[in-house]
């Protein structure tokens, strides 16, 4: 990742993403950037609570 010359973002916001919510363009909402670590932890709650529509 380091040596990507065609990057968008540098290598220390990319890893800071990773784990803090970042004020920003984009992601979820006007303005707001999630981060990775914070969207998985969601997905996974959500995942675990669903409970399927019984037909």
Known sequence: M???TRKLDSTEELL????VDV???G????GRKI???SFA???RAYLLSYKPDPK
């Open 2 to 4: 380091k040596a990507d």
């Open 16 to 19: 800071e993403g990773l784990e």
């Open 23 to 25: 004020q920003g363009a």
């Open 27 to 30: 992601g979820f909402g006007p």
């Open 35 to 37: 981060s990775l670590k």
């Open 41 to 43: 932890d969601r997905r």
